[in-house]
């Protein structure tokens, strides 16, 4: 089974407009962080935004909140006022385990290609 | 504060040669994680070092290694290439806290990768 599940390959979203990327996950694991990265054509991965499974506030950082909405295990991105800059593969990602044991790793999504219109 | 920083950027192979990747993480962490990325497969793990061991591997072939240094720095060697080689590596470090609290807060910061072609 997928851990991480990404379900829109592709979206077009006009300039100015909000826009909201899907993510639902997998894990038994108790305490897991969420993180979302954006991947531009030059490839390198930017990190956007952390949500911490035991964080009881929705994460903020500027333009992008994550819409955590645990029991239904989703943690959706939603950018506002996008700009023509947003343009770029967006991946979710889920980190589980502990550092010390081994057994921390980040697992990503398949991600979905935004693409803001003029 | 400088980057991850990952060299080369770009470089072609033929079959059967080897090559290796080199990655310089943040001042101060201590993890480095290595990942690869092709069209077909996304984003996979290959390995983690910390304090110059490996400490989480992901399922790839022997073919692939890598190591640590005493300054944090990390390569990645892949022998024996194949054409299914040909990807986007990235390297991500981080400071690996261990803290329960804190446990999933660890961010990783990428490099711009390292994009092999083998021919």
């Known amino acids: 089974a997928q851990k991480i599940t990404q379900t829109q390959p592709g979206m077009f979203v006009q300039e100015k407009e909000a826009v909201t990327l899907d993510c639902t996950y997998d894990t038994s694991d108790p305490s897991y962080g969420l993180f979302w990265y954006k991947q531009p054509s030059s490839g390198e991965m930017i990190f956007l935004i952390y949500q911490g499974s035991y964080d009881q506030q929705n994460a903020t950082e500027g333009r992008y909140s994550l819409n955590f909405q645990k029991a239904r295990k989703s943690a959706n991105l939603v950018i506002s006022a996008s700009q023509l800059g947003d343009s770029a593969m967006y991946f979710c990602a889920m980190r589980e385990g502990t550092p010390s044991f081994g057994n921390e790793k980040l697992t990503f999504g398949t991600g979905t290609r935004l693409t803001i219109i003029p | 504060k400088a980057g991850v920083t990952q060299t080369p950027r770009y470089l072609i192979k033929t079959r059967g040669q080897q090559v290796t990747l080199s990655c310089s993480p943040i001042s101060g962490h201590r993890s480095v994680s290595w990942y690869q990325q092709t069209p077909g497969q996304g984003l996979q793990f290959l390995f983690e070092?910390?304090?110059?061991?490996?400490?989480n591997k992901g399922n790839f072939p022997g073919r692939f290694s890598g190591r640590q240094f005493s300054n944090s720095r990390s390569e990645m060697n892949v022998s024996t290439l194949e054409l299914g080689d040909s990807a986007l590596y990235l390297c991500?470090?981080?400071?690996?806290?261990?803290?329960?609290?804190?446990?999933?807060?660890?961010?990783?910061?990428f490099g711009a990768g390292s994009r092999l072609t083998v021919l």
């Open positions: 991500a470090s981080s400071l690996a806290r261990d803290s329960a609290l804190r446990r999933g807060a660890n961010v990783l910061t």
């Open positions: 070092y910390f304090s110059e061991t490996q400490r």
